[in-house]
């Protein structure tokens, strides 16, 4: 594995975690660097840490609040 990308991974201990527990990477990685932004993709995926996720985590939490607030107005 590129050095480089060992110093990516060793920065963020939420990517080691993955690793670790999705040991394939390992594989990808040591044969060619350019794995790296598919396993940052996929562990962003699995995580629900992309934009689409958050966005919908949020609208999941307003359409919570606005139905709290319509049952004690009622």
Do not use: G
């Not at 690793?19 to 060619?32: A, E, I, M, P």
């Not at 919908?56 to 107005?73: A, E, F, Q």
């Amino acid at each position: 594995m590129n050095i480089d990308i060992q110093y990516k991974l060793r920065e963020n201990r939420m990517y080691l975690d993955y690793l670790h527990s999705h040991s394939y990477w390992y594989k990808y990685l040591n044969r060619n660097s350019n794995y790296y932004n598919d396993f940052i993709e996929k562990f962003k995926e699995e995580n629900h840490l992309r934009p689409i996720d958050r966005i919908s985590r949020t609208i999941d939490t307003l359409d919570m609040v606005s139905t709290i607030i319509s049952t004690l107005n009622s």
